[in-house]
């Protein structure tokens, strides 16, 4: 889908010059910009970088997929199930907050210190993990502390369920600071752009936790999928650590002591993991409300959303990896005024995200109308009730409706990322989660669990529209 957007705001491409036609002159200006953008990108590294990491995060992420598919068919919906992916969606809460910040942030400030000294970087990335990991330890003790009262009072869990999910929390635990360990060795690895590893990296994590459920559901049942994924994550860290040992980029620890630029990194960090702190509420705010509709709904929900993360995550492990490290490394370019490296990011944002924007519309349209058979084939078998089927498909569908509007705001946070404007990533935090809970609260009435779904598209969408009016701002 190739979208005729407005021109560039500060110039006066969009004006028609005397005696010819402005519609014509407009259609041929935009047309020639984007033929010219696709055309630079068949030859750039960015497009090499974006394909080679994307096939492998394909093959990576793939496998991790898949495991929902094996619970599906190894233990079908009961409470137990709900227990665990309630559970899972707490870990992933506390995790999200500092795991996608951890290695997205630090990619900027990698390439600004490399430029500069690249020897610091290695005491860098030490200083930061230690600080990160024991700040998420504090925060981790104390959500176990008040996670059980405070379940008991806004979930409609039975106790039976409730005592489950708090000892599952205890055993997946670990992938706490595991998360956060690879996402950081993940982050340095991108800046370096050797995206290889940390792209397929996840398929380790997940071919050990496949592995590991199928060794022991028969001896302590859905507990096995919890030391699974902590199995997985742990083999997962050790890859990477010793990739980047072999690359002379392992963190190092000295002293713990940060010196000015780590504080910028956690003070920058800070605001982007206030939003996200926000943000990743929304999951659990979204299965709260799910089990009000009754037993096995949470399951359904959480079945339905993970069929959405499969596009959204291989485009974020994909393309939008590598476009943060080259945007970064182009920015923090030494030698170039800021005003023209202010001037190519605005450009290259805006025509990157017609693109994208238009293929996740495309996308979304095509896996609507297979909705239907892409459902059945990956739920339709095992223990799971094929008269759930139809459930899924349609709560996906209402899903996929935001796909375009969301992967078109991405490539803005991106570029926020690049500028550090992290304030501005907090502020769209808050108004994504305020959003979600009122629409969840006027939707999950008449639609049930499609309205949880839809209320995600539309937050999504409003989001991209903040993240947009402030990067034109930002540029102006």
């Not at 409609?156 to 670990?174: A, G, R």
């Not at 030391?227 to 990739?243: K, M």
């Not at 620890?253 to 943000?279: C, H, K, N, P």
């Amino acid at each position: 889908m190739i979208h005729r957007g407005p021109p560039d705001p500060g110039t006066d491409r969009g004006k028609s010059p005397p005696g010819r036609p402005p519609a014509r002159m407009n259609m041929g200006t935009t047309l020639a910009q984007l033929l010219g953008t696709i055309g630079s990108l068949r030859s750039s590294r960015l497009l090499r970088d974006t394909v080679s990491t994307t096939g492998l995060s394909v093959l990576g992420k793939g496998i991790g997929f898949a495991i929902p598919f094996f619970v599906a068919a190894w233990f079908g919906i009961d409470f137990r199930t709900d227990a665990f992916f309630f559970t899972y969606g707490l870990v992933l809460l506390l995790a999200g907050i500092f795991f996608p910040v951890v290695e997205a942030v630090i990619v900027p400030f990698i390439t600004e210190i490399k430029s500069q000294s690249e020897s610091e970087v290695r005491r860098f990335v030490g200083t930061a993990l230690v600080l990160s990991i024991a700040g998420l330890a504090v925060l981790g003790a104390v959500f176990l502390l008040v996670s059980r009262p405070v379940l008991s009072v806004v979930t409609k869990f039975p106790q039976e369920s409730l005592d489950l999910i708090f000892h599952l929390f205890l055993e997946t635990s670990p992938l706490l600071l595991l998360l956060v360990s690879t996402s950081l060795l993940s982050g340095v690895l991108n800046a370096y752009r050797l995206f290889a590893l940390p792209a397929v990296s996840p398929g380790i994590r997940a071919s050990v936790a496949i592995l590991t459920i199928f060794a022991l559901k028969g001896e302590i049942g859905v507990h096995s999928i919890a030391v699974g994924y902590v199995f997985g994550e742990l083999a997962r860290f050790t890859a990477l650590f010793i990739y980047a040992a072999k690359k002379g980029i392992a963190p190092t620890v000295t002293s713990v002591r940060a010196d000015g630029r780590v504080y910028e990194f956690l003070r920058t960090a800070s605001y982007q993991v206030t939003g996200m702190a926000i943000i990743v509420f929304n999951p659990v705010v979204d299965k709260t409300m799910a089990s009000w509709l009754g037993l096995g709904s949470v399951s359904l929900l959480e079945y339905s959303y993970r069929l959405y993360e499969i596009p959204l995550t291989f485009i974020a492990r994909g393309f939008f990896v590598v476009l943060l490290s080259h945007w970064s490394a182009s920015f923090y370019e030494e030698g170039r005024p800021r005003p023209s490296r202010i001037s190519d990011l605005k450009r290259s944002v805006f025509r990157t995200a017609w693109i994208v924007g238009g293929g996740g519309v495309v996308a979304s349209v095509i896996l609507i109308l297979l909705r239907e058979p892409l459902v059945s084939l990956v739920y339709g078998r095992g223990e799971f009730d094929v008269e759930h089927l139809s459930i899924v498909y349609t709560v996906w569908t209402f899903y996929l409706i935001g796909l375009g509007p969301t992967v078109f705001g991405w490539v803005f946070a991106r570029a926020h990322l690049v500028l550090k404007n992290t304030k501005l990533l907090m502020f769209s935090g808050i108004v994504n989660a305020v959003l979600n809970v009122a629409l969840n609260l006027a939707l999950i009435g008449p639609l049930g669990l499609n309205g949880l779904a839809l209320s995600t598209a539309i937050t999504h969408t409003v989001v991209t529209v903040v993240l947009v009016v402030f990067f034109l701002r930002k540029t102006s």
